[in-house]
């Protein structure tokens, strides 16, 4: 049976989930991930016209965020604190503005299908 969880019984349950309701009430769009029907990540995303910033949030301690411009993501953070990841993400200045990241990443990883 699947229970409905209230925003106010998961806080209760894990009170850093504080600051993914934050950007929900922002306008961020979340999403749930699912690997072989089980669940794989809880995934939030906000788009603008110049970017797209993410988040994933695999568990209490593993974390990660990244901004995507049409080249390819240009900034990414992998933590154990979601409080600090997501303030890093929204700390970002906008494309453009000074400070703004802009130097696509490469992956260093060989990726073969």
Do not use: C
Request: proline letters at 6%; zero cysteines; glycine letters at 4%.
């Amino acid at each position: 049976m699947n229970k409905h969880i209230t925003p106010e019984d998961a806080l209760r349950r894990f009170p850093e989930l504080v600051h993914l309701l934050s950007i929900r009430q922002a306008g961020w769009n979340f999403h749930l991930l699912h690997e072989n029907d089980d669940l794989a990540a809880v995934a939030a995303s906000y788009s603008q016209k110049q970017f797209t910033d993410a988040i994933f949030v695999f568990d209490r301690t593993h974390i990660l965020a990244n901004r995507l411009l049409d080249d390819g993501i240009v900034w990414m953070k992998e933590g154990t604190d979601i409080q600090e990841v997501i303030q890093d993400l929204l700390d970002l200045p906008a494309p453009g503005e000074p400070g703004a990241p802009s130097l696509v990443i490469r992956s260093s990883a060989l990726w073969l299908p």
